[in-house]
Nanobody, 119 residues
Framework: QVQLVESGGGLVQAGGSLRLSCAAS????????MGWYRQAPGKERELVAV???????NYPDFVKGRCAISRDNAKNIVYLQMNSLKPEDTAVYYC?????????????WGQGTQVTVSS
């Protein structure tokens, strides 16, 4: 079955950086668009970054310039590098594998990894 396992979350001070990883299995990773979402307490889950099967990336305005998504098709891993973190970035971050690339539609989810940014 499809498994997406996130890692790399934790507690970081404002202005710091984290790199999240998501290891995928059970899918032909290289043909899937992959995405990162986040969900803060009391808020809806929101898209943070998408990378298509050919490596095209897309970000919403609130993370542009601070986040970078990348993938390693040899290792079946997708990364999310987050810099200049703010307290409002505190959330559970979820990895997803897409059923569709454009527009991106998530189909599979990981269990999430907590990111907490202290002020």
């Amino acid at each position: 079955q499809v498994q997406l396992v996130e890692s790399g979350g934790g507690l970081v001070q404002a202005g710091g950086s984290l790199r999240l990883s998501c290891a995928a299995s059970g899918i032909t990773f290289r043909i899937f668009a992959m995405g990162w979402y986040r969900q803060a307490p009391g808020k809806e889950r929101e898209l943070v970054a998408v990378i298509t099967s050919n490596g095209t990336t897309n970000y919403p305005d609130f993370v542009k310039g601070r986040c970078a998504i990348s993938r390693d098709n040899a290792k079946n891993i997708v990364y999310l590098q987050m810099n200049s973190l703010k307290p409002e970035d505190t959330a559970v971050y979820y990895c997803s594998a897409g059923l569709r690339e454009s527009p991106y539609i998530p189909g599979y989810w990981g269990q999430g990894t907590q990111v907490t940014v202290s002020s």
